[in-house]
């Protein structure tokens, strides 16, 4: 996930535009501005790039899901299916529209599980959120039609999977809103900002006003606008803007560089037949931001990330390792539901019990699997050297497995 790695000119160019006129500021100021307008002209872009028909800039991913979330209507109550392996912001934003983050198992897509999903639907269930993780995406058509026979939102985090399609399409187009983190860490950067995506003018409409005080921007100028609901400021200024226009005009450079080095490092990992690789349901529409493997047992994975730890090499397991963001093993503060105001009685009781149900399923997948990121700077040669490492510190674990048993 890697858009800072190759800041240069044209982000320079662009912030350097809006340094000009001093107009930091997203609305208004239509004079003094000398028609610079950074975050229309990213909006315009993003459509064009990714073929939705909106699409709502916010000051962060999180700020993307929320927006989403309100505009779709989801309130106090609803429950909110999503998985088990996601990063914390998605269930935050499901706790702050008032709604129930409801976990159930992944399977060996690292996304939802179909059958999980159908499951845990409820008279309460209103969305189903599938979070594409690592740069690739769920079973969408499988979503889909659940959606369709239960009546229900399609919600795409895709904040982690810029650029990924699935069937032709850009995931977070599909369902019915999407959305993009460009925080620093992810395909394209403009240090802190989101989108959201949507190809419905209703959803769109109620996530312009939503984002910046429920403001209708019919007026001739701000003070005259009305506020047909009650929204917030989730605004993202010019400057952020402006990084994020010089950046998702290079997306096509980064996901080619990315697809060229995530082959070549498969290549190399593919030659030890006890590693197996996630199932991605579209493999041509793989952002391949990420390279996610498995290993036969949890044994030998914990034992491979030490080996590669202790030789520098980072390739992380979400499961056990020094992460605790991604897997709801580690969210105590979830399963204790810590929030700082107080939740409803009711609301607290649901989110205790979908966060400290048994996931053995989810837990069977992600204690066996290793996922290594992709860098866009990597030469041939460290590519090389890096899957020869992996290969070896594999190997030599299972010679050990073989030699105890
Ligand atoms: C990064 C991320 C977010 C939130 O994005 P921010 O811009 O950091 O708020 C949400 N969901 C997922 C899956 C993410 O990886």
New binding site residues.
């Given amino acids: 996930m890697p858009g800072y790695e190759l800041f240069g000119a044209s982000e320079r160019k662009h912030v350097n535009d809006v340094m000009e006129t001093g107009i930091l500021m997203r609305y208004g100021f239509d004079g003094p501005r000398k028609g610079i307008w950074k975050a229309k002209e990213l909006e315009q872009a993003i459509n064009n790039v990714f073929g939705s028909k909106y699409a709502q800039l916010v000051s ?4 993307a ?1 929320t927006t989403a979330l309100s505009a779709l209507g989801i309130g106090y109550g609803d429950e909110v299916i999503m998985p088990s392996f ?2 914390v ?2 269930f935050e934003a499901v706790l702050s529209v008032g709604a129930v983050p409801v976990m159930v198992d992944i399977d060996d897509t690292l996304t939802l599980d179909p059958e999980a999903v159908r499951k845990a639907i409820t008279p309460q269930t209103k969305c189903i959120m599938p ?1 594409h ?1 690592c740069g690739s995406m769920a079973d969408l058509d499988a979503l889909q039609a659940i959606c369709k026979e239960h009546k229900l939102i399609l919600l795409e ?1 895709a ?2 999977s810029i650029g990924a399609r699935y069937k032709g399409k850009y995931l977070g187009t599909i369902g019915d809103a999407g ?1 993009f ?3 620093f860490v ?1 395909t394209i950067t403009c240090a ?3 989108v959201v995506l949507t190809n419905r003018e209703d959803v769109y409409i109620s996530s312009d006003g939503y984002s910046d005080h429920g403001h209708d921007h019919k007026g001739v100028d701000r003070g005259a606008d009305l506020h047909p609901f009650i929204g917030y400021n989730y605004r993202i200024s010019e400057l952020h803007a402006a990084v994020g226009l010089a950046q998702v005009q290079r997306l096509q450079e980064f996901l080619a560089t990315q697809r060229k080095n995530h082959g070549a490092l498969k290549a190399i990992l593919a030659q030890v037949p006890e590693i197996s690789f996630r199932r991605i349901p579209d493999p041509s529409g793989d952002s391949c931001t990420f390279i996610s493997w498995f290993l036969p047992s949890q044994e030998i994975t914990e034992a491979v990330v030490a080996e590669l730890k202790a030789q520098n090499v980072l390739a992380g397991n979400f499961y056990w390792f020094n992460n605790n963001w991604h897997y709801i093993r580690k969210w105590d503060h979830l399963k204790q539901s810590l929030t700082l105001n107080a939740l409803h009685p009711d609301l607290k009781a649901a989110v205790i019990h979908h966060a400290t149900k048994d996931f053995a399923a989810s837990d069977a997948i992600m204690n066996r699997c290793i996922s290594t990121a992709i860098s866009l700077t990597w030469t041939e040669e460290q590519i090389k050297e890096k899957g020869e490492k992996i290969v070896q510190a594999v190997k030599k674990v299972l010679a050990q497995q073989k030699a105890t048993v």
């Fill in positions: 962060s991913g999180t700020a899901l996601t990063f912001a998605s979070v993780m985090d904040c982690q959305t983190s460009f925080d992810k802190e900002g989101g």
